[in-house]
């Protein structure tokens, strides 16, 4: 995979899972993505795309974005995340603060940016 496949792959994810929150909490979900990615030897891309990890992969027909501003502004906080260091104590998992889901319970919680709840193994 080359460095602009996997900073298009992390853009998408970024602005498919997190583009009305803070940058704070775009940046957190970031480092999720390669946090995953660095903890199962995979690309970007092959983390994005695992089957029922990120909702918009498995919820959405079409992945182009429709509003092209704010995806410029997600892939500013993509280049960001590469170059800063993971401010999530390697957080691996995150969810909407109004939802409980199950999984959550065997994960440490590390810390609410925007309106996610992150949490790491």
Known sequence: MTLMEGILWLTLNIYHEARSEPQIGQLAVAHVTLNR????????????????????TFQKQNYIPDDPETFFKCMETAAIALKTPDFTDGATHYHLESVEPEWADGLTYVAQFGSHKFYRP
């Open 37 to 56: 990615a660095s903890e199962q030897e995979m690309s970007v891309k092959d983390v994005v795309t695992q089957p029922y990890q990120f909702s918009w």
